[in-house]
């Protein structure tokens, strides 16, 4: 049902909770991922806030679908 985005190498995970924060170093490469990233009995919100150094520049444009 939930389409689970998977973790892609640059990404950073907080819970907004906590504050306890979670940086990708390594994506996950898996077809059906079911990666569930959980802090305080909640899922971590995906803030890829700080620009990483990646030579893929299309991943940008995923929030900025106005
Ligand atoms: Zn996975
Ligand atoms: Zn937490």
Known sequence: ???QERPTTGDMYRC???EFEIHI???CQCDDCTTQLQCC???LEKVTAIPVQNPRPSQ???Q???
């Open 1 to 3: 049902m939930n389409v």
């Open 16 to 18: 907004s909770k906590c």
């Open 25 to 27: 170093t390594n994506g």
């Open 41 to 43: 009995g909640q899922p």
């Open 60 to 62: 940008a444009l995923d």
């Open 64 to 66: 900025n679908n106005a």
